[in-house]
């Protein structure tokens, strides 16, 4: 079944507990985290301390989504303060093999994240070593977002290569994922779903995590 990741970035941070109480009690599978540096991306919004907190309140896994240029300066502190999952963005100039062998030797999961224009080929190099493709559905940045739909031609290539070369990569979907949006996505070989919006600005949060689901 596909996974549902609600992006706490929709959430109400003055009472962030609550928020991801609620999303664990309606069955999300991961808790999504955007970190922003207003630099990779014109936004900034979380850092350590927040996953840190966050970790102590949740038996849920901590998936990290580390939109920033420089990620190799952080992983260490993200990965002591309780993230399963670093993912960053293959835009960046940092060497992504080292970044991705220095992220497993923290004990903690590897992502690699394209944005809407770069190319599914970006990722083929290092399918083998990360546990998450991260293909973004809108422009990193900000919540709310219009879902891209061309996304949907990129699941289905990455899907294709991961069956071909027999790997176990999750492929995950982030940015517009909503009721509308997921059936396709899930047809078309998606694993894991983020949500902020569909999810937060809910207030039946089991029912906007099931409906994702499509059921
Ligand atoms: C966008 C973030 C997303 C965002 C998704 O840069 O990476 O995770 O929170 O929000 P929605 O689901 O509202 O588009
Ligand atoms: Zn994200």
Redesign the pocket.
Known sequence: MVKIAP?I??ADFGKLDEEVRSVEKAGADLL?I?VMDGHFVPNITVGVPIVASIKGKTSLPLDV?L?VSSPERFIKAFAEAGSDYLTVHVEIRSRLGKLIDAIHKLGVKAGLSINPETSVVRLEPFLKEIDIALLMS?E??????VFIPEVIYKIRELREKIERKNLTTSIEV????NKETAGELISAGADIL?????IFGRKNRRGAIKALRGK
């Open positions: 992006s970035l929709a999504h955007d989504h939109m809108v990193p940045g900000f919540g709310g977002q982030d940015g517009g994922v983020v949500a902020g919006t569909a």
